[in-house]
């Protein structure tokens, strides 16, 4: 098992800005992806990005597409979710997720990931 543990959630004025981190811990080497979902009160987790590993390759739900950016640390041990331009309808607890067993071309989806964080809570402020 791999332990994942988010950071840098809270509350913030709308407009304003937000990094999240996910570190993993255990053999992370060969994980093919990591990735970032959302789920506010009384909704579906959503997914909001996705980096594969080994390329790079990043993707994003439609809803954040020009505002979010996935990125990973030259160890592959850790992803970033910088989220700029907050609205309030990005209130959600944010999940970090790995274990990705291929690479796809598109965002992957909840069932394809084998392991999760606990979450942070995000909270935009109008």
């Known amino acids: 098992q791999v332990p994942l543990v988010e950071s840098g959630g809270g509350s913030v004025q709308a407009g304003g800005s937000l990094r999240l981190a996910c570190a993993a811990s255990g053999d992370t080497y060969n994980y093919n992806g990591m990735g970032w979902f959302r789920q506010a009160p009384g909704k579906e987790r959503e997914g909001v990005a996705t980096?594969?590993?080994?390329?790079?390759?990043?993707y994003y739900a439609d809803s954040v597409k020009g505002r979010f950016t996935i990125s990973q640390d030259s160890t592959k041990k850790k992803v970033y979710l910088q989220m700029d331009s907050l609205k309030p309808e990005d209130t959600a607890m944010y999940y970090c997720a790995a274990g990705l067993s291929s690479f796809r071309w598109r965002l992957a989806r909840s069932d394809e990931y084998s392991y999760w964080g606990q979450g942070t809570q995000v909270t935009v402020s109008s």
């Open positions: 980096i594969y590993s080994t390329l790079g390759t990043t």
